[in-house]
């Protein structure tokens, strides 16, 4: 078990450029199995879901080989369909290799995902969608068998504007025989960046970003084809934060701040002060930073709930009561119990907590319960006096690409002890 040692109290100062987006990769490494040409990502975070997602593809037969941030694929001689069983339960976007199994193979077989535990995580929309798409699906000893040799274009709805199941629904539905169209989808920009990958590998989509999505079947192969990942806006918000709440002064470049308006209305809320140009933005934070009357977790463009912690650990420390809610997951609120256990002052029932700002933390003993606890309370620790050891750090991996490192470069200390 990795471990975090924090020495509180040194604000953040300084240019960093921001990793690429692990909700955009994921989805898009999974969707180069579809391709039968070379595939160059850039600007590829290095973390843990992206090495097991490598993992992964490399299991089913393609080639993949990594350098730096740039990971190159051969899936031409990818020939299996049946996903890897111990990968699967580690990494939630396993889920993601459904649809791009379906499209190459027309079978996939996978157990039900893994990955952080931030509530019970349904996957009902995914499989309705590809069974409207024609694939049959049932469940054999605990794994799903998808079949669809030949899946068709479907009219679908979503009940709810879910980021996995529009992914996944597009990517079937590229290879499908005819014409797609998916409503209510959901408008995260990383759908977007999906989108671009998979017109490049061949595919005709388009509408992502909206609530329509429209999707040509019958996919035509291209020899080869290059996609730089998009920025981490969840990575970019999360070191505002630590900005935030060190009292800090803090430039970030490769972001797309079209894509933040929600976190960045909140910490100007809290105080900060934002300048933003093209791809940079600046916060500088002097004093302690105002309470945020409501933070509230919506479908993008709304305020993400890949965000609420990091937020929550900022309104710990703020001058006055804060009240967060989650709509999304709902055991999101696993950072409470640890941050209290730093002096944070919070009431919590169901999805909603309410938070009275202390004017410190107090370093103390604490443990990642999930990529996002481990981001906040990781943020805490800097704003807290004294030593803030995190525990369970392997879950910080999976998502950030050397936070330590990077919290570091800015003038954190923080030490990393591997166990
Ligand atoms: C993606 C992100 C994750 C983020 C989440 C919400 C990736 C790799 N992960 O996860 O970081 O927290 O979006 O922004 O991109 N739901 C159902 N049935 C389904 C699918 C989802 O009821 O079949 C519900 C979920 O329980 C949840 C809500 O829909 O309440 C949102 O989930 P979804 O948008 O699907 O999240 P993910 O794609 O899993």
């Known amino acids: 078990m990795g471990r975090f040692i924090i020495e509180g109290g040194h604000p953040l100062n300084g240019t960093l450029k921001v990793q690429g987006a692990k909700n955009a990769a994921l989805p898009i490494l999974a969707a180069g199995i579809m391709s039968r ?17 490598l993992d ?18 051969s899936p031409g001689d990818a020939s299996r369909c049946v996903m890897p069983n111990r990968l699967s339960k580690e990494l939630r976007s396993s889920i993601f290799m459904l649809g791009p199994l379906l499209s190459r193979f027309g079978r996939a ?14 996957i009902d929309l995914h499989l309705k969608g590809l069974a409207a798409l024609g694939a049959d699906i049932r469940e054999e000893r605990g794994r799903i068998v998808c079949e669809g040799k030949n899946l068709h274009g479907a009219d679908i ?21 005819g014409d797609t169209c998916i ?5 995260e920009p990383e759908i977007e960046d999906l989108q671009n990958f998979l017109n490049a590998i ?30 981490d806006r969840i990575a970019a918000g999360t070191i505002l934060c630590a900005a935030a709440v060190t009292g800090g002064n803090v430039t970030l470049t490769d972001v797309c701040c079209d894509h933040m308006g929600a976190a960045f209305a909140k910490l100007r809320e809290a105080g900060c002060e934002l300048s933003q140009r093209a791809d940079t933005v600046t916060i500088e934070m002097k004093g302690r930073p105002n309470e945020i009357k409501l933070i509230e977790t919506y479908p993008y463009p709304g305020f993400p709930t890949d965000m609420q912690a990091q937020f929550f650990a900022l309104c710990t420390v703020a001058e006055g009561t804060s009240v967060i809610v989650e709509n999304l997951f709902e055991n999101r609120f696993r950072h409470c119990a640890e941050l209290a256990k730093m002096g944070a002052v919070i009431t919590q029932k169901d999805r909603t907590a309410i938070v009275r700002g202390v004017e410190k933390l107090s370093g103390a003993s604490v443990s990642a319960r999930d990529l996002r606890c481990g981001a906040a309370l990781t943020i805490a620790g800097l704003g807290a006096e004294g030593i803030t050891t995190v525990d369970n750090t392997e879950l910080i991996d999976r998502g950030y690409q050397g936070l330590d490192k990077v919290l570091c470069s800015l003038g954190a200390r923080i030490t990393r002890e591997d166990g």
């Open 37 to 53: 040409g070379e595939v160059t990502l850039t600007n590829c975070p290095c973390i843990r879901d992206v090495d097991n997602m």
């Open 56 to 73: 992964i593809l490399g299991e089913l037969g393609a080639g993949t080989e990594r350098r730096g941030d740039t990971i190159r694929l």
């Open 109 to 122: 077989v996978c157990t039900y995902p893994g990955g952080c535990e931030i509530g019970h995580r349904p």
């Open 157 to 177: 709805h979503l009940d709810y504007p879910s980021v996995g199941a529009t992914e996944n629904i597009m990517m079937a539905a590229a290879s499908a025989k």
């Open 183 to 187: 409503t209510n989808a959901a408008r």
């Open 202 to 231: 061949g595919c005709s989509i388009w509408g992502a970003g909206t609530s329509t999505l429209y999707v040509r079947g019958g996919m035509e192969h291209v020899p080869s084809a290059v996609h730089r990942i998009m920025p």
